[in-house]
């Protein structure tokens, strides 16, 4: 699939604080990436490369096959952004607001309400945004940032602020985009919210790229053992067989056991689900939280 956005080589500085090194990565149509690490690893400063906000010391960006930086970057008009922290004018309605934003875009305001409803700000459209609460406000935000159906979405820790219903709506619109063949990136600091949302995850630390790839991929590279816990009956200790990595008996009983991979998985489950006294199973794959620990981890000692 042919990337919208990649990033090659890239070095950026300010002054003496090297905020990325060597960062490379490509972003395709239809995809939602996540954009994770600790302040300060680099994920603003990457975003603003490929807004075309500062320049790269060293290293290629292409969005939509331009450079940013060029003088000449009509691809803008296919990005839609949403900062960190969004700043409006608080005299302004939402809607005046939205209409602002349009025009920048050289798009019809009246084309722009049908936002205000997807966002669920239709209510508060003709408030002024000084009156908005940090949810609210983040809303306008979105829905500026949908202006003109982008191809390419770049949101930078879009959710804090939301409820957890919001929240909820927020990634059913952007999941309708992605359906669309929209780019989505998303940079945050929420692991957990992302875990079933991220196709793809980019793993930043002190301005490196340790890590990318699907869940799948990374938990494979990172070869962090599967955790399989076991309610068995009494004297039933038997009932796990094959190889296993690692085993822990909690104070109720509950047998935990690590095994190395999938296949690993697979073979104690065939051992033990028609065995009668195993009771229950649980499964945990490591977590988008142990992966990020692994992965910063590794560069940490490498370093
Ligand atoms: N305008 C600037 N002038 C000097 N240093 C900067 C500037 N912008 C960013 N930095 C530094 O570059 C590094 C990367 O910052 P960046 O904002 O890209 O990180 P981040 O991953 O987005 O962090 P956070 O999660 O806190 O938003 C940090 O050390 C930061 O202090």
Same mark, same amino acid.
């Given at each position: ?12 500085? @300010? ?11 490509? !972003?395709?149509?239809? =995809? ?5 690490? /600790? ?18 010391? =060293?290293?290629?960006? =292409? ?13 803008? =008009? ?27 875009? /050289? ?20 408030? &002024? ?70 196709? /793809? ?28 816990? !076991? ?22 009983? &509950? ?36 992966? @990020?620990? /692994? ?9």
């Amino acid at each position: 699939m042919t990337a919208t956005v990649s990033v090659t080589g890239v070095d950026k500085s @300010y002054r003496k604080v090297r905020a990325l090194r060597d960062v490379s990565f490509s !972003l395709v149509p239809g =995809r939602l990436s996540a954009l994770v690490g /600790h302040n300060g690893a680099g994920k603003t400063t990457l975003i603003k490369l490929m807004l075309g906000l500062i320049r790269s010391d =060293r290293g290629e960006i =292409r969005v939509m096959g331009q450079d940013p930086a060029a003088g000449e970057f009509s691809a803008r =008009r296919l990005l839609g952004y949403l900062p960190e922290n969004v700043a409006f004018n608080a005299a302004l309605t939402g809607r005046e607001t939205l209409a602002f934003y349009a025009r920048l875009k /050289h798009i019809k305001p009246a084309s722009a309400w049908a936002l205000l409803d997807r966002v669920g700000l239709s209510d508060a459209a003709d408030r &002024r945004v000084g009156t908005y609460s940090k949810g609210m406000r983040q809303r306008l935000g979105l829905a500026q940032a949908l202006l003109g159906q982008p191809r390419v979405l770049l949101l930078d820790e879009p959710t804090t602020g939301l409820d957890p219903a919001l929240r909820q709506t927020f990634y059913e619109i952007l999941n309708e985009l992605r359906d669309d063949g929209a780019t989505v990136l998303i940079s945050s600091h929420a692991l957990n919210e992302l875990e079933d949302r991220a196709e /793809h995850v980019l793993i930043m630390n002190r301005g490196r790229l340790v890590a990318q790839g699907t869940l799948a991929e990374l938990r494979s590279i990172s070869q962090l053992p599967i955790r399989v816990s !076991l309610d068995l009956e009494a004297g039933a200790d038997d009932a796990i067989a094959g190889p296993i990595v690692d085993e822990t008996i909690s104070a109720a009983g &509950r047998r935990t056991v690590l095994v190395a991979d999938e296949k690993g998985k697979m073979d104690l489950l065939r051992a033990v689900t028609n065995d009668p006294r195993v009771k229950n199973i649980e499964i945990a794959a490591p977590t988008l939280d142990d992966l @990020y620990a /692994h992965f910063l981890n590794t560069q940490e000692k490498a370093a």
